[in-house]
């Protein structure tokens, strides 16, 4: 296998476009000792003969001119490589692959593509909207560079950011509650409840809630989406609890909000990162992006509650 260097080449070149190995020498600052080295190496490397050597000149042999426009393409394309390799390195150029449940896809993900679009126009953003459980493998398989949502403590093979801790809270229509801003778990029992399927972690909160309160829950409708559960509630069909976020999609003043308590539920927002690969500075700089905006979701603690 022939071994050459980067030095070597460049020595080389200098020496063919200098036409001697004094005035390469001062052009590349190297001394002169050292650049006929280099050269010296280079042939008995290649076993060619790269120049003529005359108490005059320096002059490219057949082989010489002919490896002398393949090596100036190789430092070109590694100099052309190096300055891309800048720009990534400075977010001019690059891609960010990030994964999220739909809602807190439609609500936090497209703001924040947009504002990171404006400071880093190279950057290419592609959203995965899916269930929690393909966004923790997408990230894991590296489909994903970050995913954003809720997730099981003790996830394997992820590093998580909290972002904003998110409570239940009960969402209903303008008849129902009515002058309420606190309700409990048990006031639940006598109204119609509108529920996530079971594959939903939501769902799961929420009977983590009625068990907590020694009550048994009896949905009188199962949805996946939390879209349609709001739908639903506007249509007076019921109540749902739901987390905070979910406010963001409300789009009618007769749905209200309602604070859950005995007991409380939370949980917490994450954006996460596969805990064995490094994270690229685009990457870095759209989750510190995407963690503002997700902040922007939680009400105030002192909001009434009514929207």
């Known amino acids: 296998m022939i071994r050459v260097t980067l030095r070597q080449i460049e020595s080389f070149l200098a020496v063919a476009d ?12 190297i001394a002169q000792p050292a650049l006929s080295q280099a050269v010296k190496v280079l042939e ?22 002919e490896f002398r426009d393949s090596a100036a393409k190789v430092i070109d394309d590694l100099g052309l490589a190096l300055h891309n390799l800048h720009e990534l390195v400075e977010r001019r150029r690059g891609r960010v692959r990030i994964a999220a449940p739909p809602l807190l896809a439609a609500v936090v993900l497209p703001p ?6 404006v400071s880093n126009p190279g950057v290419i953003v592609e959203l995965i909207d899916v269930v929690t459980e393909q966004i923790v493998d997408a990230v894991r398989t590296g489909k994903a560079d970050c995913g954003l949502g809720t997730f099981a ?25 009515v002058d309420r801003m606190v309700v409990t778990w048990k006031e639940l029992v006598q109204l119609p409840l509108v529920t996530l399927t079971r594959n939903s972690g939501i769902r799961t909160l929420v009977e983590v809630g009625f068990g907590a309160a020694e009550i048994s829950m009896k949905p009188s409708y ?34 209200h909000r309602k604070a859950l308590v005995e007991p409380e539920i939370a949980r917490e927002v994450s954006l996460i990162h ?10 870095a700089a759209f989750s510190e992006c995407v963690q503002r905006y997700a902040q922007k979701l939680n009400p105030s603690d002192h909001d009434d509650g009514s929207r």
């Open 44 to 65: 008995a490397e290649t076993g060619l003969l790269l120049f003529d050597r005359t108490t005059r000149r320096v002059e490219l042999t057949e082989a010489g001119r």
């Open 222 to 255: 199962e949805v996946s989406h939390i879209t349609t559960a709001l739908a639903m509630v506007e249509a007076d069909l019921g109540v749902a609890v739901l987390p905070t976020y979910a406010l963001a999609a409300v789009r009618t003043p007769d749905i």
């Open 274 to 283: 596969s805990a064995g690969r490094s994270i690229s500075p685009a990457v």
């Open 112 to 117: 924040a593509i947009a504002e990171f679009r």
């Open 18 to 29: 200098a036409g001697s190995f004094s005035s390469a020498s001062r052009r590349v600052n």
């Open 153 to 177: 403590p003790g996830e394997e093979g992820v590093e998580r950011t909290p972002l904003i801790r998110d409570k239940l809270v009960v969402f209903c229509g303008p008849k129902t509650l």
